[in-house]
């Protein structure tokens, strides 16, 4: 069984379109992340929810909106893409009180022309 | 300032040979976590290890343990008798305690290949 999954793995589209990403956890965790891996392999956090609550908003374009509908999704919804969006986004989970654990997705590879 | 640094980009280490990928952090907290991940080819993030900054003894899971130098705000991966499928980005990451929810910052990596 998948403990997270994503999809679409791959995701190929134009500039000025709006995409979304969809995480899904199976463990029970309560705290969910969105991380992006640029070309150079940097990966940095975007977003966290912890009990339907935006914990961290690191500096991301509004553009960005993470959606929640409930404690074992979130999804990443991206508006008007860039090519500078383009990148690897992976999802996690963990428990609030097993933080040291997180469970990474196999990632979303996005590619914008 | 970076929160996370990893000084080797790139290394080449024989098969069966110990190996140190070398992490230093810098944070204002007394609580945090240190973590190293393993990221293949492929291209999933793999958990490897994880050091509490209280935790008195250096973590260690099968051949990868974590030796922890607090003073110097060091939190090296050793790897004990390398294997061709060690081959991959490392990449050491920390936890720091914000409003509830622990995100991690992560260092630039280290590519890591062995060699037969």
């Known amino acids: 069984d998948t403990a997270v999954s994503q999809t679409p793995k791959y995701l190929v589209t ?19 992340y969105w991380y992006k891996q640029d070309s150079k392999k ?3 956090i975007m977003f966290s929810y912890n009990n339907k609550e935006l914990i961290i908003n690191e500096t991301v374009p509004n553009r960005f909106s993470p959606k929640s509908p409930d404690k074992a999704h979130l999804n990443l919804h991206i508006n008007s893409l860039e090519l500078g969006d383009s990148a690897v986004y992976f999802c996690a989970s963990s428990q609030v009180d097993r933080a040291y654990e997180q469970y990474f997705g196999p990632g979303t590879r996005l590619t914008v022309t | 300032a970076q ?54 003894q250096n973590a260690t899971e099968g051949r990868y343990s974590l030796n922890f130098q607090k003073a110097r705000k060091s939190a090296n991966l050793v790897i004990s008798a390398s294997q061709l499928g060690d081959s991959a980005m490392y990449f050491c990451a920390m936890r720091e305690v914000r409003g509830g929810a622990d995100g991690l910052t992560f260092g630039k990596g280290t590519h890591l290949i062995i060699q037969p």
């Open chain 2, 3 to 56: 929160k996370i640094t990893q000084t080797q980009p790139g290394m080449f280490v024989q098969e069966k040979e110990a190996v140190t990928l070398d992490c230093t952090y810098d944070t204002s907290d007394q609580s945090y976590g240190l973590f190293w991940y393993k990221q293949p080819s492929s291209g999933e993030m793999i958990f490897l290890i994880y050091q509490g900054s209280y935790d008195e």
């Open chain 1, 14 to 32: 134009q500039m000025g379109n709006d995409k979304s990403i969809k995480c899904e956890q199976n463990l029970g965790h309560d705290t969910m």
């Open chain 1, 42 to 44: 940097f990966l940095k």
